[in-house]
Structures are given as C-alpha cells and as structure tokens.
C-alpha cells in the first residue's frame, strides 16, 4: 500500500522534479561555462539556452510552454536595469510572433483546417487508393506518394493523422499480423515527415531556417526552398517505400477495399460548393507562393488569401480557428526568440570563433551539424534542435549560411528511429499496431541517408 502511495504521488510529482533538476543542471553548467569576459546578457542567455534544452529533454514542461516562458525571460531578464547592467531594447524578443515565417506557418495551418472541414482531404485519398488497385505493392506506392505531396502543403502531423484515419478500416481487415498492415502504418510517417522537407510550410525547422537566414539578409523564396527540399524528399521516400515492400509485402494477391464504399456514403452530404472553394484557394496560394519573384508579393502576404477567403465564405468558422495548432506557432516564435538572443548577444561569435580557432575543415563541420541535428532531433522536438543548431551552423560556417542552415533544418526532419522522435510516428504508434522496435528500420535508413542526401544535394545546388 505504502509503495503504491510513493509511485502515486512520484508520478503526480514528476514534473515538478524534472523542472527543478533542469533549473539546477542548467544553472550549474553556466556557472562552469561563463568567463570572465561575459556581459550579464550573456550569461543571461547562456543559462536560458541550458535551461530549455533541458526541459526540452525532460519534458517537464510542453514545448510550446517553454517557448512562452523564454519570450518572457528574455524581456525580464535583458530589459531590466536592476538585473543587468547594460539593459537591451527587448522588443524584438517579443516581436517574434509578428515574423514571416509565422505568417506562413498560419497560411499552411487555415488550408489544412479547410482540408479537413471540407473532407477534401479523404476525397484525394480515396481516389489515390482507387487509382492504386488493389495491389498491395501499388497501394503502399500510391498512399505514400500522396502522402508526401500532401506534407508539402500540410503539417505532416494532420497528413498522417488523415492518412492513417482514411486506412484503418483496412488496416483493421487485414489484422495486426499483416505485412501490409504494417508497412501501410510504417509508410505513411515515413513519407509525411520526408515529404515535410519539400517546403517551407512542411514543417517548422523548414521555417526556422529561412527565418534565420532572412535575418542575415538572404532570401530564400518558396520555390528556392523547393529546389533544395523536394528532390530529397522524393528520393527518402522512395528508398522507404522500396525497403518496406522487400521486408513486409510478400504476398501480392489482392486486397478488399469494399470498405471504401461506407465511407463514401458517410462523406456525400459535404458541400461541393465549398470543396471548390477550398481548391481555388490552394490553387491561388500555392501559384503565387511559386511565382512570388514574379510579382513581388512576399510569401508572408500572400498568406492572407487563405485567411481572408476561407473565413469570409464560411469555410472555417470561429470553433475552426479555435483548433488549429497555436501551440506550434508558439514553438516556433519562442526558438526564434532564443535563437536571436544568441545571435544579439554575440554568444554565437565567441563560440563560433572557439571551434574556428581549431580549423576544422568545413565539409568535416557540415557533416557534424547534420549527423548530430538528426541524433539529438530523435530525443528532443526537431523544432528545438533547429532553434539551437541553425545559428550556431551560421556564425561558424559565415561564409556558407545557405549551405549549412537548409542542411541542418532539412536533417532535423529525419529522425525517426523512436516513436516520440516526430509527431507522424507517435500518431502511428498510437493505433496500438506497433511495437517500438518496427521504428527502426525507417528510423535507420532515413537517420543515415537523410543528411547526407541533404549534403551532397544542397551543396552541388546552392
């Protein structure tokens, strides 16, 4: 009794401990690494750096959340004549929720929700799954296939959660012992986070980076992003699709898919007025992103096309915009934040300038960011290994800031060895049809190839 009690109250407890034993690490690391040299920001900064990584790792606090609590740091701390001696204009910690990369995080997430509310999304996939026959070899290829483009468009999260949604009916028929079962359930992660790369909305690291690298004055436009991301994408997923149909789809007879019929009578009562609505919308954002160098309208701006059309033709309502994913936003505003506290504060320099002082050659250092992005992004959010990397990537390679910013930010997203290491497989997890152990593969073959396709690509384009 006395031990359920202890196991009860460490469980309710467990944050509470992981926070104060990330406040001490963190404040004990500072004090080993702070040098006589150091202004109060910095030492400031340095400790808010240790700080969130650790509670990034330990996970005592939502990701979003410590994004929030370092805004607010950073504009106590920084901006108070009591606390440092040299107070700072704090306003641009805070601005970060007005950045372009913001914007265009929002523009992604209103076409996703008018995605789903429309039912377009199963629409598309079920038409993938008819064009695809009843071949297993080709269902895997067809779902994955779209499964990718849609990433490219859509976080990768809601993809894999249609995905899987619109498959499970099958994935039910044929049993949790199937192959094609699980190289279905392994596939669709796999392709939407390897699809995520394709574009600057696919996911937050893609942003991350061309927010950092707007800040050093480079411009990376929507489809200069594409010219980097998708041939990778293309090529992991389908190095993916062909090790899952060698290992898990033995048998090539036939499969049902009678249980599309259900769904479709489910689905018929949706307007199609508003189906079309939504394409003409996707159509009209996605051509003037592609073309932005053409007529001038920033990617930012044109955002405002999906905001505006889809709210005033009542695609998406109040109850809608209430459940898109803020806490993302919130992830992303706070990592550049800490990521522009680094860089402001010259911490960045003097460490950049520690690691060129040992002349390390820069195809060797290339390749250290890439590898050691896609480890830690396995144990930590990919967003906030981004936030640390990126920077850190820029101020010691001065000289290859595209190169390195678009390698790190696109190895980020190819951690996936564990189930927690990207939201695609915890969702696939989450249908109780796994085991840990079915990640590796994937996690294997996309952690070793990813970065460096990422390399070998970006530095023969750019």
Known sequence: MEENTIQTGWKKNKKVFLFILSFLLALGLTFLLKEPTFTDSQVYVIFLLLFSISLWLTEAMPAFAVSLFIIAYLVFALGNSYLNSAPENIEKYAQTFSSSMIWL??????????????KLDQALFKYTLKISGTNPRHLLIGLMGTTMVASMLMSNTATTSMVIAAILPLVASLGKKSGISKALLL???????????????????NAIGVGALKSAGIIVEFIDWMKFGIPVSFVLTAIGCFALIRIYIKDTSPISLAFLEDQEAKSS?????KRKIVVGVIVLTVGLWLTASLHGLTVASICAIPLVILTVTGVLEGKDIQGLPWDTLLLVAGGLSLGLALEQTGLLNHYADMLISMKLNSMVLIFVFAYLTMLVSNIMSNTAASTVMI?????????????????????ASTAMFLPVSTPPNAIAYSTGLLEQKDFRLGGILVGLLGPMLAILWVMLVA
Do not use: H, N, R
Request: net charge negative.
């Open 105 to 118: 995080l929002l523009g992604g997430f209103f076409l996703a929700a008018a995605m789903t509310k429309t």
């Open 391 to 411: 920077p850190l990537g820029m101020a010691i390679l001065p000289d290859l800031k595209l190169e390195i910013a678009m390698i790190i930010a696109i190895s």
């Open 187 to 205: 596939g669709i992660p796999l392709a939407a986070a390897t699809g995520g790369i394709g574009t600057i909305i696919g996911t937050p690291p």
């Open 269 to 273: 009562g949706e307007s199609i007025l």
